[in-house]
């Protein structure tokens, strides 16, 4: 083992000597390599905690100077967008923000963010069902609450709704799962425009 590349490859990444050692012997003793496989390891262990895209999991890991936990953390805290745009709309896009809550009004919470937001044009899809299913006429500018029934008639509405863009398709069935995953724990839905 070349102590020079060790030394220089524990200056430039800090890691414990083993698994410097192993890194050297795995890349032929390239530290470029070497320091390139550690990060890109890194980034994989993000991915497989968070469940992100690889851009998203190299922007946090950059961001926070390669911290992978904090990376992980603020992954986790970001609110989740549903649409069907490639793009995902700017902070401060109108549009609609759905949570879990118990009858104690505590918002259900986990390692991950599960709340979501729905721009009002893909919020659109689904408008009329929502309508249809509030038992107090539904506020675009206020918090609307449905509980275990009223959200388990929106789901068969929503799987009733049929589209010819799979784009379309697959937001409708990922609001759906959003319903069906949060109604395991919660009592409410609540559902927030901010018009």
């Keep these: 083992m070349d102590k020079r590349k060790l030394k220089i490859l524990r200056t430039e990444i800090s890691i414990p000597i083993k698994e410097a050692v192993e890194l050297l012997r795995k890349n032929n003793g390239n530290v470029l390599a070497c320091k390139n496989d550690f990060h890109n390891n890194n980034v994989e262990k993000i991915?497989?905690?968070?469940?992100?895209?690889?851009?998203?999991?190299?922007?946090?890991?950059?961001?926070?100077?390669?911290?992978?936990?904090?990376?992980?953390?603020?992954?986790?805290?970001?609110?989740?967008?549903?649409?069907?745009?490639?793009?995902?709309?700017?902070?401060?896009?109108?549009?609609f923000t759905l949570w879990a809550e118990n009858s104690n009004g505590e918002i259900y919470k986990t390692v991950k963010r599960n709340d979501i937001f729905i721009p009002t044009s893909d919020f659109n899809y689904i408008i009329e069902e929502v309508k249809a299913v509030s038992s107090e006429s539904f506020s675009i500018c206020g918090y609307n609450y449905f509980d275990q029934n009223e959200s388990k008639i929106l789901i068969k509405k929503i799987e009733a709704i049929k589209s010819n863009n799979l784009k379309v398709e697959a937001f409708l069935k990922k609001v759906k799962e959003w319903f069906i995953d949060k109604l395991q724990h919660a009592d409410f839905i609540v559902i927030s425009g901010n018009l």
């Design 47 to 95: 991915i497989g905690s968070t469940g992100c895209k690889k851009e998203v999991a190299n922007d946090f890991y950059t961001k926070y100077n390669c911290d992978i936990t904090k990376a992980i953390s603020k992954i986790n805290d970001r609110q989740i967008v549903f649409t069907t745009s490639d793009f995902e709309p700017p902070q401060n896009a109108i549009g």
